[in-house]
């Protein structure tokens, strides 16, 4: 045998697993005589159900081990160090063949191993050693990343690409089942640009092709992930296993998307800026989570169209929408709540999804105008709103001289808004001086400049 050549020197304790070489699969029949003639033993202690892959040459291998003599004496263990033993395999190696997970019992002879003279430390003379090993991590520098697993909602209209923006949760665990790290216990998803070098490679590369909802596995070899070094606690050279659940993705050029679902047959009123609106939503999270419900309240929400009382994306997706018509809107957060969202009820970053009912539509003044008249304005305005005939017109008699000409039909205010508050604005428009009054030479003065919203 040519490891009992003189002057050859043992090699420590776990690198004698790599250097012998193994005959075949079987264990050597011999028994466990551990005489000076015993041969190599393997015995498989415990070997996985799901064995998908088996070390081969050339892998790069993290295991435990724990040394022992026959007589059950350690002389040696990983575990005391508290780190694996890391190694790539050569040809034919003890380990070959192993699954991550498997534990293998190999007892080397002495005369495979140190022989008549021993180490002269801790290894007597014609020892056998007895080496319970452990595979924990296993992978081939040429690996890419590998995905399985996946469950794939049935509707998919989309799939991400490089640039998009993602929110995802996500369970991490190592190739031996333990756990290094999880969003879930940060009660938030995880949210990152892909394909722009923000994460490690293995998952820029994982979270491609993904649709809003799925579920996939992602292993990233560690030359994909967090190298020789490790992170955390996570080990260097460790193989990661990310279990993903995609909540939303959209991108930063993305537009809202409106579905219309139910239409009347006379659908011909359509919303525009500054009409009124009265509509019943459910807002939810792409996952289904729901957010808020006007349902829940018991009471419409109330906005005038285009005046800023919603976010953009909602403005935009409820114009030209018509009285009983329901569409769900979907709003990406850059047309929503942005990257901070609302403290407490919605995530940072998050799609909006609005299923709507249009309930009420009160259509506006033109842009620009609080107040219009239906009909020809009177040549004798002044008079008629100053009723007391003092030459003097109080905010009194405005207001109720305006109040009347709507509810005659004869003019009309901007809905949606606080009427007082309008002819309030109207009436000091018309008070230059604001002494409380408008005399008739106020009146015309204003008259005369083009204004818009007003007599
Ligand atoms: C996450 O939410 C759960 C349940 O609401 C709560 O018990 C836990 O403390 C939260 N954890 C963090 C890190 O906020
Ligand atoms: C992560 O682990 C938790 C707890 O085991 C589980 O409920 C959840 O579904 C897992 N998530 C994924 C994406 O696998
Ligand atoms: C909102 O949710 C309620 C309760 O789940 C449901 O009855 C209603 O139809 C939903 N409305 C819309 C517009 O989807
Ligand atoms: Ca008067
Ligand atoms: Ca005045």
């Known amino acids: 045998m040519a490891f009992k050549a003189r002057g050859w020197r043992p090699p420590p304790p776990p690198l004698l697993l790599l250097l012998l070489w193994v005959t075949g699969q079987a264990a050597p ?22 064995c998908p892959r088996t070390v081969r040459s050339g892998d790069f291998v993290r295991y435990h081990y724990v040394g022992t003599f026959p007589d059950g004496q350690k002389f040696d263990s990983s575990y005391d160090r508290d780190s694996t033993f890391n190694v790539y395999v050569g040809k034919g190696q003890l380990i070959v063949g192993m699954c991550v997970g498997e534990k293998r019992i190999i007892t080397i002879p002495p005369f495979l191993a140190y022989g008549e003279d021993g180490d002269g430390k801790d290894i007597p003379g014609q020892a056998s050693l007895v080496f319970d090993v452990a595979l924990l991590d296993l992978h081939n520098p040429k690996d890419g990343i590998s995905i399985e697993n996946k469950v794939v909602p049935e509707n998919c209209e989309r799939r991400s690409q490089s640039g998009d923006f993602l929110r995802y949760h996500y369970n991490g665990t190592l190739l031996d089942g333990s756990f290094f790290d999880s969003s879930y216990s940060r009660n938030r998803t995880f949210d990152t640009y892909i394909g722009q070098g923000y994460v490690i490679p293995g998952m820029d590369e994982g979270l491609l092709g993904v649709c809003i909802g799925e579920k996939r596995r992602i292993v990233v070899p560690p030359h994909l992930g967090y190298g020789e070094e490790g992170r955390g606690n996570i080990p260097g050279s460790a193989v990661l296993v990310f279990d993903i659940h995609v909540i939303d993705f959209h991108n930063p050029s993305d537009s809202i998307s409106i579905t219309s679902h139910y239409k009347p047959p006379d659908c011909s009123v359509l919303s525009k800026k500054g009409d009124y609106l009265k509509y019943h939503y459910n807002a939810s999270l792409l996952d289904g989570t729901l957010l808020d419900s006007t349902w829940n309240l018991g009471k419409t929400y109330n906005i005038v169209l285009g005046s800023g009382q919603v976010v953009l994306g909602m403005d935009m997706g409820l114009r030209e929408m018509c009285v009983g018509e329901k569409r769900t809107v979907i709003i990406p957060p850059h047309l929503g709540y942005g990257e901070a969202g609302v403290d407490g009820e919605v995530p940072g970053s998050a799609v909006l999804v609005f299923d709507i009912e249009l309930l009420e539509l009160v259509v506006g003044l033109p842009e620009g105008y609080m107040f219009i008249w239906n009909d020809e304005v009177s040549p004798n305005l002044f008079e008629e709103i100053d009723k007391d005939g003092d030459g003097e017109v109080l905010l009194k008699e405005f207001s109720e001289y305006i109040h009347a000409q709507v509810a005659s039909g004869k003019g009309k205010l901007a809905p949606g808004f606080d009427a007082e508050m309008i002819v309030k604005n109207m009436f000091t428009n018309q008070d230059r001086n604001g002494d409380g009054k408008v005399t008739a030479e106020e009146f015309k003065l204003k008259d005369q400049e083009a204004k818009h919203d007003e007599l």
């Open 29 to 50: 029949v011999a028994g466990l005589g551990l005489g000076p003639d015993a041969e190599l033993q393997i015995e498989r202690r415990f070997v996985p159900d799901e």
